[in-house]
């Protein structure tokens, strides 16, 4: 049977701007909801479950996804269509290109970046053998075609884990081969009670206001997350602070789920709160496989693609009084958010017909043709 549609394994950078992206809300939304796509198939979630989170169809799921496993970030963004752009060369567009990407410095000019002003002018008045003669807007969607865009310096960084790759085909094998049985568990926070912006429909002109000022008198709280692959259920409780006991207190909820006594996988971050001495204890008389994330490589964790509702409808544009009321607010988004995911049968039958009709065409999903043949 053909393997079902899954996003290629993500790097460690594509990660960390996918989390930036679904944590911020901000920006296109066109990009957000591709990136929560993404981010949703790389944490394991089935094709019918990503496309019930972001209220979209199933094949616009599947295509979102085939086009990030063959270009990447770059497949986030849309693409509009534009007017008849001015002829200039391709040789030209490469040597715009070149000096863009080359520090000012070491052309020997007195500044340490381009703006378009000063890149336009440079090309029109170079002293080299070449000049172009283009205007700032055109040099603005040239670079912008070309993948170039004025950004912030901005520092990286990559999993350091030693036992990295293990640890991301442990989580990829569970989700592939016991869906029914996997869980993941994480800390949706800080919850701070202050007037948080959003959107919303209002008359042109009047948007919904909120207050400006505030004061923080309630201290910050953290959702503690659970959710169930199989059957794409999602719950848990505020509590003041991430603790041990109280992840201990939600794995044990999680058993609670699975009362037969089978093994069950629960993907977690890698946090010391979430590997204590007592937990591994607890974790091996019950039968629960702690598969734990790389260190950075929070990506991988299915329940992070769920947290991002979480934020958009409940937290953004939201004025609440105090923790309490959040809280209710939360619970109440979680019940109307698992009441109405579609019946776990149909979903079921689904996937076995999605899996006929790409064994007869014998290709896998998600991977090159040629690898599929091989």
């Known amino acids: 049977m053909a393997e079902p549609v899954r996003v290629r394994r993500l790097s460690d950078q594509e990660g960390e701007q996918l989390l930036r992206i679904t944590r911020r809300g901000t920006g296109s939304p066109i990009r957000l909801r591709r990136a929560i796509v993404v981010l949703a198939s790389a944490g394991g979630n089935t094709v019918p479950a990503i496309a019930r989170l972001v209220q979209a169809d199933e094949d616009s799921v599947r295509q979102v996804i085939h086009r990030f496993n063959d270009r990447g970030m770059a497949s986030l963004d849309p693409e509009w269509a534009g007017g008849r752009p001015r002829l200039i060369s391709p040789d030209d567009e490469a040597f715009i290109i070149t000096t863009a990407t080359t520090r000012p410095e070491a052309l020997g000019l007195p500044f340490t970046r381009w703006s378009l002003r000063k890149l336009a002018d440079h090309l029109v008045h170079d002293r080299g053998a070449r000049r172009v003669q283009v205007s700032r807007e055109r040099l603005r969607l040239l670079l912008r075609e070309h993948g170039l865009t004025f950004q912030r310096t901005k520092t990286w960084k990559e ?46 002109g009047h948007p919904d206001r909120l207050p400006a000022n505030y004061r923080k008198l309630h201290g910050v709280r953290q959702f503690h997350g659970c959710y169930s692959l199989g059957d794409d259920q999602l719950w848990g409780v505020v509590r003041q602070r991430k603790a041990a006991a109280n992840t ?30 007592k937990i591994r204890a607890w974790a091996a008389r019950n039968r629960v496989e702690l598969c734990f994330t790389p260190t950075y490589a929070s990506w991988a964790n299915p329940i992070e693609a769920q947290f991002g509702p979480l934020r958009t409808f409940v937290i953004a544009g939201s004025n609440h009084p105090n923790h309490p009321v959040l809280a209710r607010k939360l619970h109440a988004h979680l019940r109307w958010r698992n009441a109405n995911a579609r019946h776990p049968d149909v979903l079921a039958a689904q996937r076995r017909e999605r899996a006929r009709i790409r064994s007869e065409r014998q290709h896998r999903w998600g991977q090159t043709p040629a690898r599929a043949a091989a």
Request: charged letters at 25%.
């Open 159 to 204: 999993s350091t884990d030693p036992d990295r790759d293990a640890k991301l085909a442990r989580i990829e094998e569970v989700t592939s081969r016991f869906p029914d049985r996997v869980f993941a568990f994480d800390e949706f926070g800080p919850l701070a009670i202050r007037p948080h912006g959003g959107a919303s429909w209002a008359p042109a």
């Open 248 to 277: 201990l207190t939600a794995l044990k909820s999680i058993r609670a789920a699975r009362p037969d006594g089978a093994p069950i996988y629960v993907i977690l971050d890698n946090l010391s709160a979430h590997k204590g001495v």
